[in-house]
């Protein structure tokens, strides 16, 4: 199996701090750039995996990029550069603490809650009746929290606000620019033929002024339905193909795992994270139309150290 980069462990010019994500490890520097390295770390229920990926963080680095720059005209975004495969170089901006999360159909979390009987998701209304990876009659907007550590948990507009944690109109303006982003985003998909069926979007601030932050429509932020066959596949409630994450989540479910105290991690072979990177690597070609080019697996982190120097 090809190696994996699963931990980094740089001291890097002007270095301020380093936050170390689920995924991504965040170099601060200077106290106006950071330098964000997509590991091969994955996680599912809020819990980091015990094995890495191969070529998932530049998968992840290289989509995010391509949406980044084909999204710039609706917002602002952090990005400068793209020192590496792997690793993202931009402006440090002060992030809010929530996630703008929005669904265009009824799938993954919020449908598992909708059948077990909730019938009300971030203080929105879902009517009776709904059938799995229905489509919303316009897609709604479910922010989270963002947590540091543990889970991430649904919130209220109204609650966001009553509890200062974004003002009023900061807000209004995080919930346009994520319509338009969605809605750019389920554009392109379509054109590639798929549909984008939810992602998040995060921001910041610098200046006074609203970035785009971090990753936007990739496979761990993103969840892809094909196109073709969806209306047949929903009509006779079949499952849709998919090209997401959440395959990970029902191969964990189906092995008795869903981050619960107690529960146990299935055992990840070689051949099953091998399988994982194939289909990353199949989302990434559907979703930009380029081949995908990996980068050398060897002495990885010593590779991107020497790119970010050089970009410094």
Known sequence: MNKTLVKTDFNLPGQQAVYHGKVRDVYFLDGERVAMIATDRISAFD??????????????????TY???????IVPNWLISTPDPMVSLGHYCEPFKIEMVIRGYLTG??????????????????????RENEAFPSPIITPTTKADEGHDENISREEIIAQGLVSAEDYAQLEEYTQRLFARGQEMARE???ILVDTKYEFGKKDGKIYLIDEIHTPDSSRYFYLEGYTERF????????????????????GGFQGRAGEQIPEMTPEYCQSVSDRYIELFEKVTGLPFEPASSEDIAERIERNILAAL
């Open 47 to 64: 819990v980091i995996l015990p094995q890495g990926i191969p070529f998932k963080g530049q998968v992840l680095n290289q989509i995010a």
């Open 67 to 73: 949406f980044l720059d084909a999204t710039k005209d």
């Open 109 to 130: 979390s919020a449908w598992r809650a909708y059948a077990a009987g909730e019938r009300e998701i971030c203080g929105i209304r879902l009517p009776d009746g709904m």
């Open 192 to 194: 590639r033929g798929l």
């Open 235 to 254: 009509e006779r409630g079949e499952e849709q193909r998919q090209l997401s994450k959440e395959f990970v989540r029902q191969w964990l479910i189906a």
